[in-house]
């Protein structure tokens, strides 16, 4: 229950997946916050169904990947067609990740696993709340709030952080007056619920071109509906056409199997898609965060898992500034380092969606005949999945990002500060193997002191040492020079993350609660180390 004048820190407004995200993050950094919405509850239409592979590792920094993938359809596999004639297979299986694969899970199962994660870490949601007017004053917004259920009855509140996840339609970037650059496809797109009876399996996705348009399908977990999903080109459509009949026509026409059968249709409608995004994340102590700062057309999936890492971003740094234990200006990196990758992705789905959905004939021999065939080839699929699943997203040019290596590691090694944190295992001293993103899990920094051979400790640990950081010693053996005590620093074993941080000879790798190296050193050397987390503002100096 709101009272009026009550103080809140940070206002959480839209209870999606990105506003979700962001306040387990906060709950789980036990941040005080409130998130409100209009519904009466989580939504019950499907929407967004894809879950990329970085997604999921995000759901494992959050401890409940299992949760996610129990009520999903794990695809391998995506299948191109003309008509009946198969062009190209991706396989995920050749990316580097513990979950080489695609969800297929319904959004709002994945809101329903936000929650219920959020009430257990003591969370909840104000329903059929609406924020209906803020102002800025000096270092607090002003917030009136109206309850929808309650004759309108309205609240005035206030807060330090105010963080619209509204959706596309923000009613908060309209009040900022923040731009929505971009534009609107004159293509509708056609999206249904409904059972298909053919011999396709329900673990693979698929999608067939065809002049008319694009069509796409995807088995839904949980019932025996698929989603499908089609370009309708220049074709007028009208909501009382929108039927079985339609769809059987639609899948005999575009797929060339003309015995398939459609029944059992719980869901259809059309939309038109946009293309946009906002120049600035942010106004003061006001953000912007998924759809409220950029929506994608819908090919390629990748709008929802955008805005869960922009929540992400924001949560961590949002806590260690309230906590006291950065400056405010950490804030400020959350649209220096979100807004060009909101920008690179918005460009590539832009891309993606002209070809896919072109009407132009000699674009659709080149994109059927070449471009489909070459994604298909195994070597180009090792470059292309890891983009498409966001798994190659990075941060190498932001302010919070330092490289300290010899010149020849410098020119020559594939890792650099930014990059996202390779998947490895870590074994400890009782023989159990766990993944290092389980390390992830409590929502702090990690550093990785990895120890070869051929280096050696100082002496003294504390040069290591930071009250906000959990440092994990990592050995090639269980041995290490000089000998320490196992009881004051757990020597971690490892058969992979040597390799995979291209660190032969050991160093310093320091991990932000995202996911992301801030610190890559192939040295052991403390002073550099805390000299590093003084100058670059994101942690509190000692």
């Given at each position: 229950?709101?009272?009026?004048?009550?103080?809140?820190?940070?206002?959480?407004?839209?209870a999606?997946?990105?506003?979700?995200?962001?306040?387990?993050?906060?709950?789980?950094?036990?941040?005080?916050?409130?998130?409100?919405?209009?519904?009466?509850?989580?939504?019950?239409?499907?929407?967004?169904?894809?879950?990329?592979?970085?997604?999921?590792?995000?759901?494992?920094?959050?401890?409940?990947?299992?949760?996610?993938l129990?009520?999903?359809?794990?695809?391998?596999?995506?299948?191109?067609?003309?008509?009946?004639?198969?062009?190209?297979?991706?396989?995920?299986?050749?990316?580097?990740?513990?979950?080489?694969?695609?969800?297929?899970?319904?959004?709002?199962?994945?809101?329903?696993?936000?929650?219920?994660?959020?009430?257990?870490?003591?969370?909840?949601?104000?329903?059929?709340?609406?924020l209906?007017?803020?102002?800025?004053?000096?270092?607090?917004?002003?917030?009136?709030?109206n309850?929808?259920?309650?004759?309108?009855?309205s609240?005035?509140?206030?807060?330090?952080?105010?963080?619209s996840?509204?959706?596309?339609?923000?009613?908060?970037?309209?009040?900022?007056?923040?731009?929505?650059?971009?534009?609107?496809?004159?293509?509708?797109?056609?999206?249904?619920?409904?059972?298909?009876?053919?011999?396709?399996?329900?673990?693979?996705?698929?999608?067939?071109?065809?002049?008319?348009?694009?069509?796409?399908?995807?088995?839904?977990?949980?019932?025996?509906?698929?989603?499908?999903?089609?370009?309708?080109?220049?074709?007028?459509?009208?909501r009382?056409?929108?039927?079985?009949?339609?769809?059987?026509?639609?899948?005999?026409?575009?797929?060339?199997?003309?015995?398939?059968?459609v029944?059992?249709?719980?869901?259809?409608?059309?939309?038109?898609?946009?293309?946009?995004?906002?120049?600035?994340y942010?106004?003061?102590?006001?953000?912007?965060?998924?759809?409220?700062?950029?929506?994608?057309?819908?090919?390629?999936?990748?709008?929802?898992?955008?805005?869960?890492?922009?929540?992400?971003?924001?949560?961590?740094?949002?806590?260690?500034?309230?906590?006291?234990?950065?400056?405010?200006?950490?804030?400020d990196?959350?649209?220096?380092?979100?807004?060009?990758?909101?920008?690179?992705?918005?460009?590539?789905?832009?891309?993606?969606?002209?070809?896919?959905?072109?009407?132009?004939?000699?674009?659709?021999?080149?994109?059927?005949?070449?471009?489909?065939?070459?994604?298909?080839?195994?070597?180009?699929?090792?470059?292309?999945?890891?983009?498409?699943?966001?798994?190659?997203?990075?941060?190498?040019?932001?302010?919070?990002?330092?490289?300290?290596?010899?010149?020849?590691?410098?020119?020559?090694?594939?890792?650099?500060?930014?990059?996202?944190?390779?998947?490895?295992?870590?074994?400890?001293?009782?023989?159990?193997?766990?993944?290092?993103?389980?390390?992830?899990?409590?929502?702090?920094?990690?550093?990785?002191i990895?120890?070869s051979?051929?280096?050696?400790?100082?002496?003294?640990?504390?040069?290591?040492?930071?009250?906000?950081?959990?440092?994990?010693?990592?050995?090639?053996?269980?041995?290490?020079?000089?000998?320490?005590?196992?009881?004051?620093?757990?020597?971690?074993?490892?058969?992979?993350?040597?390799?995979?941080?291209?660190?032969?000879?050991?160093?310093?790798?320091?991990?932000?609660?995202?996911?992301?190296?801030?610190?890559y050193?192939?040295?052991?050397?403390?002073?550099?180390?805390?000299?590093?987390?003084?100058?670059?503002?994101?942690?509190?100096?000692?």
């Amino acid at each position: 229950m709101l009272n009026h004048l009550s103080h809140i820190p940070i206002v959480i407004v839209g209870a999606g997946p990105t506003g979700l995200t962001l306040a387990c993050c906060l709950a789980k950094r036990k941040v005080p916050f409130l998130i409100l919405d209009k519904k009466p509850g989580l939504s019950q239409i499907t929407k967004a169904i894809g879950i990329q592979p970085r997604t999921i590792e995000y759901f494992q920094f959050m401890g409940i990947e299992q949760k996610l993938l129990d009520q999903s359809i794990i695809t391998q596999h995506t299948n191109m067609f003309v008509g009946t004639k198969r062009l190209a297979q991706t396989n995920y299986q050749v990316i580097q990740t513990p979950f080489p694969y695609l969800l297929s899970i319904p959004q709002f199962t994945t809101e329903q696993i936000l929650y219920d994660h959020l009430q257990n870490l003591g969370g909840t949601i104000l329903f059929n709340h609406e924020l209906s007017h803020f102002e800025v004053q000096k270092d607090k917004i002003h917030l009136t709030i109206n309850n929808t259920q309650s004759n309108n009855s309205s609240y005035q509140i206030s807060s330090q952080y105010l963080i619209s996840c509204e959706g596309a339609r923000s009613s908060i970037r309209k009040q900022l007056q923040i731009p929505f650059f971009g534009l609107t496809y004159k293509t509708p797109f056609l999206f249904a619920d409904v059972d298909i009876d053919w011999s396709l399996s329900r673990q693979e996705m698929y999608g067939w071109f065809h002049k008319d348009g694009l069509l796409a399908t995807a088995a839904m977990p949980n019932t025996s509906n698929w989603k499908l999903f089609a370009d309708m080109g220049s074709q007028n459509l009208n909501r009382k056409d929108l039927n079985l009949a339609l769809l059987q026509k639609l899948i005999h026409k575009r797929t060339g199997l003309k015995e398939v059968k459609v029944h059992n249709l719980t869901w259809i409608d059309y939309f038109t898609v946009n293309h946009r995004m906002v120049n600035r994340y942010r106004a003061g102590n006001i953000f912007l965060a998924g759809d409220a700062a950029h929506i994608h057309s819908p090919l390629g999936g990748q709008g929802m898992n955008m805005g869960i890492q922009d929540a992400f971003n924001l949560a961590w740094k949002l806590a260690k500034v309230y906590k006291k234990e950065s400056p405010p200006n950490l804030l400020d990196t959350y649209e220096t380092e979100r807004l060009p990758i909101a920008k690179q992705i918005l460009q590539r789905t832009h891309f993606s969606t002209k070809i896919l959905t072109s009407q132009y004939r000699l674009l659709q021999f080149f994109r059927d005949q070449m471009m489909t065939r070459i994604l298909g080839l195994k070597m180009v699929q090792k470059r292309w999945l890891p983009v498409t699943s966001q798994l190659k997203l990075d941060y190498r040019k932001s302010t919070l990002s330092k490289n300290q290596l010899s010149f020849s590691k410098q020119l020559l090694s594939r890792i650099k500060a930014g990059d996202r944190l390779p998947s490895g295992t870590l074994v400890s001293p009782n023989q159990q193997a766990v993944s290092i993103y389980k390390c992830l899990e409590g929502g702090e920094f990690i550093l990785l002191i990895l120890c070869s051979t051929n280096t050696k400790l100082p002496n003294d640990l504390s040069v290591f040492h930071h009250p906000s950081i959990s440092p994990i010693l990592i050995s090639k053996t269980s041995q290490i020079s000089p000998p320490i005590n196992p009881n004051d620093h757990p020597i971690y074993t490892t058969p992979d993350l040597f390799q995979k941080l291209h660190l032969p000879n050991g160093g310093l790798c320091l991990i932000r609660p995202d996911g992301y190296i801030a610190y890559y050193s192939d040295q052991l050397d403390g002073s550099a180390y805390q000299a590093f987390l003084s100058q670059n503002y994101f942690i509190k100096p000692i």
